[in-house]
């Protein structure tokens, strides 16, 4: 291996996607730099849980073999999988003991698409149970920790990709968002995640096809390598009801595009949240850059009354109607929050139900009247920092107690409800080495300028290169 193929982890995905175009490297250069590092790391971050070299290099063989010019937007870099998602022939858990020898038959379509597009599945990352929960750790593969301090959490249900990011055991990598699973470890590991207007990134096959609270999306070091991946997951599958086209114009070219001077609500506890103090001096100091750069800033946010109520009776009907099968089953086996979960979904009467829905179209309403004067809303991605890795979840932020693991995750998902696009970006370090982030948000279908904005800020911030880092 050269000396440029050794240091190729230190790289961002754009960097070596241009290598591999010019021809300066080869696949198979970024596949064994790829699991070198992955190798190098998982003592500490335990987060590429199960790797496929052999299928890697059947892929790359085929990509040289049926197309000297790799197709789609990769050109043959390692893509790491989150153990949520199906990939053929590879072991999937989905964090589960129920499912721990279990080998899909047939890939997701986000899956699919990735190779489509000229990428190489690596690996799979780790996961908590059936993605639920914002702390990652399972009775499979045990627990994932945060690079930046091993006694901290990564954060999930997307934590194994963003611990893999932030130490260099990858260059991009997919991930899942109900309440904040991309934006939370994103937030904690200090690297870059977007969750997106539903129906931007392809998912399937789902029991649930229409459902839009939870949303498949990609997560990289910074917001020039999310441009590069968003283009390769975006586009029209007829198989997916919410799929649309990608736009004419590749995300990507958001990046360079002017950003003029916005107007920016800017909220830490959107008026009715708990904010842990060190979580409100990171939206203090936002503010200050948001107004050094030249916006409109305004302490605002839309009505988001009644948010958290609407999300958890959503969220636990949803948890029933997709898991009836698997709870019938295996009720005894599933960890107990989930379980709580379902049975709560289970017992929900048509008339809560039917209240949440009315009350998330309110909150959809709400929203549409603040980006009729807003361009962005600013809030954290997290009400707390990284917590200790023993802890499934906070049990009390400022004067409020948690009863279970969702309340704490509510700066997120209330986004969620809105259905409108979040991209969380690293903003600054608290003590202990760990980061903060913070979640940019604006109107459904306006992508591009999250990207545009993000990328300014984080280069503004000097946050744009922070990752990757040895872990410690």
């Known amino acids: 291996m050269t000396s440029l193929s050794n240091n190729l982890w230190k790289k961002s995905a754009t960097e070596v996607v241009s290598l591999l175009k010019n021809k300066e490297i080869s696949s198979e250069d970024a596949l064994n730099s790829n699991l070198k590092r992955i190798n190098e790391t998982h003592s500490s971050i335990n987060a590429v849980i199960t790797v496929c070299e052999d299928r890697a290099r059947k892929q790359i063989k085929n990509l040289n073999t049926t197309n000297q010019n790799h197709p789609g937007y990769l050109h043959g870099l390692p893509v790491v999988i989150k153990d949520l998602t199906n990939v053929k022939g590879v072991r999937t858990t989905y964090g589960s003991k129920i499912y721990k020898d279990h080998i899909p038959e047939t890939s997701d379509f986000l899956v699919e698409r990735i190779e489509q597009m000229g990428g190489v599945i690596i690996g799979k990352t780790n996961t908590p149970e059936f993605g639920a929960g914002s702390q990652t750790f399972n009775e499979v593969f045990g627990e994932t920790p945060n690079p930046w301090n091993l006694g901290y959490t990564s954060g999930g249900s ?276 760990l980061p903060i982030g913070i979640q940019i948000v604006t109107r459904r279908r306006n992508e591009s300028l999250l990207l545009s904005f993000g990328h300014l800020f984080q280069k503004y911030t000097n946050n744009y290169n922070i990752t990757p880092i040895e872990p410690g």
């Open 158 to 433: 997307s934590g194994g990709t963003a611990s893999a990011l932030a130490a260099g055991a990858a260059w991009l990598g997919t991930g899942s968002d109900l309440g904040g699973s991309l934006r939370n470890p994103a937030s904690f590991c200090g690297v870059v995640g977007i969750r997106t207007t539903p129906g931007t990134i392809i998912h399937g096959p789902q029991n649930l096809p229409l459902n839009d609270l939870s949303v498949d999306g990609p997560m990289a070091r910074n917001v020039e390598d999310i441009a590069l991946f968003l283009d390769t997951l975006s586009g029209l599958d007829p198989r997916d009801p919410l799929s649309i086209s990608a736009p004419k114009k590749p995300y990507q070219n958001a990046i360079n595009e002017n950003v003029p001077k916005l107007n920016i609500g800017i909220s830490d506890d959107y008026g009715f949240l708990a904010c842990a103090p060190e979580v409100r001096e990171s939206i203090n100091q936002a503010e200050k850059i948001l107004l050094a750069m030249g916006h409109h800033v305004e302490r605002t946010c839309p009505d988001f009354s009644n948010a958290e109520e609407t999300f958890q009776v959503l969220r636990a009907h949803m948890l029933a109607t997709d898991k009836r099968e698997l709870y019938s089953l295996h009720k005894n086996t599933i960890k107990e929050d989930l379980r709580l979960n379902i049975e709560k979904g289970f017992h929900l009467t048509e008339e809560q139900i039917g209240k949440a829905q009315l009350s998330r179209g309110k909150l959809v309403n709400n929203t549409n009247l603040f980006f009729e004067k807003f361009d962005l809303l600013i809030s954290p991605s997290s009400m707390v920092a990284p917590f200790n890795i023993k802890e499934p979840w906070p049990k009390k932020v400022e004067q409020t107690h948690f009863d279970n693991y969702v309340s704490w995750l509510m700066t997120a998902a209330t986004i969620s409800l809105t259905g409108c696009p979040s991209l969380a970006v690293p903003f600054i370090k608290i003590e202990n080495n």
